[in-house]
């Protein structure tokens, strides 16, 4: 028996009719294995920082249609900021590397540095391929963790705050007065901890300590002595307290000097009567 096909010609107000030749087309189109969906993205916080001598380890996550076909997967470098150079190649699956320090592993999804160095600082793509020659990329910004350095600390008069500066990867501030933690009365910290208001002027000793995962540094502030401070203050009070008890002695003695010349030249008139 010779299968029949039965066309539909209801009509949707407003819409046009699709041809029934052109729908079997479109749906032979969306059935067809041609029609794939490979993605593929590195699964990293960017950018990534790697201690120097550790391992850098990035794994991407490769997503495919029932059917679909994985034929190579490459790993390849270039330096960050420097455009027009050729990218290097550092790993590829399946195949050999030239560099034993690079592995992949995961079918290809995972790459492996070892003994991370300076050199190896750069934008990293992983470009898969499929069986119909198509490419599929997702790249990831790798830099070196640096270490804390140049370490600087500075004040602002007009506004009385300590500021703290310095170099390197994922930086902590911490402050000290006189080696110990800035009590609240002295001042409070900003956000980031990098500037510390102070409620008024700077005395004693102040520390900035900055660290981060590969170690420490510290740079010093040195006022005047809180202690000096102190004591030039009291001497301050004691002196305009002696200032002015001399004034007050002064006018008094003044004031009864003018009321004996006035007394004598009282007596002296009624003498002349």
């Known amino acids: 028996m010779q299968a ?3 066309r539909f010609s209801r009509r949707v107000p ?4 699709l041809n029934p030749t052109w729908t079997e087309v479109l749906l032979l189109a969306l059935l067809s294995p041609q029609c794939l969906c490979l993605t ?4 990293t916080r960017q950018p990534l920082h790697v201690i120097p001598g550790s391992s850098l380890v990035l794994k991407a ?10 034929t190579k997967v490459m790993w390849e470098r270039d330096a960050e900021n420097r455009a027009g150079l050729a990218k290097v190649r550092v790993a590829e699956f399946p195949g050999q590397n030239a560099d034993p320090r690079m592995s992949v592993d995961d079918g290809g999804a995972t790459l492996t540095v070892k003994d991370f160095r300076e050199e190896d600082c750069g934008v990293y793509t992983i470009s898969v391929m499929n069986q119909t020659n198509e490419l599929h990329n997702a790249s990831c910004l790798v830099r070196e963790y640096k270490a804390v350095s140049q370490v600087s600390t500075s004040i602002n008069m007009s506004h009385p705050s300590l500021h703290c500066e310095a170099l390197g990867t ?3 501030f911490d402050w000290l007065h006189e080696e110990q933690t800035v009590p609240h009365e002295l001042g ?11 409620s008024s002027g700077p005395c004693g000793h102040f520390t900035c300590v900055v660290s981060n995962s590969i170690g420490k540094d510290s740079a010093s502030f040195m006022a005047e002595s809180c202690r000096r401070q102190g004591s030039s203050t009291l001497a301050v009070t004691i002196s305009l307290t002696v200032l002015l008890i001399c004034v007050g002695i002064f ?5 009864r000097r003018r009321s004996r010349l006035s007394n004598r030249a009282e ?3 009624e003498e002349h009567l």
């Open 4 to 6: 029949k096909c039965i």
């Open 170 to 172: 994922d930086l902590h």
């Open 188 to 198: 409070y910290l900003s956000a980031d901890n990098r500037v510390l208001y102070l």
């Open 251 to 255: 006018t008094y003695y003044m004031w």
């Open 267 to 269: 007596r002296l008139h």
């Open 14 to 17: 407003g819409v046009m009719a």
């Open 40 to 43: 593929v993205y590195i699964q």
């Open 61 to 70: 996550q490769i997503s495919k249609k029932t059917g679909e076909q994985i």
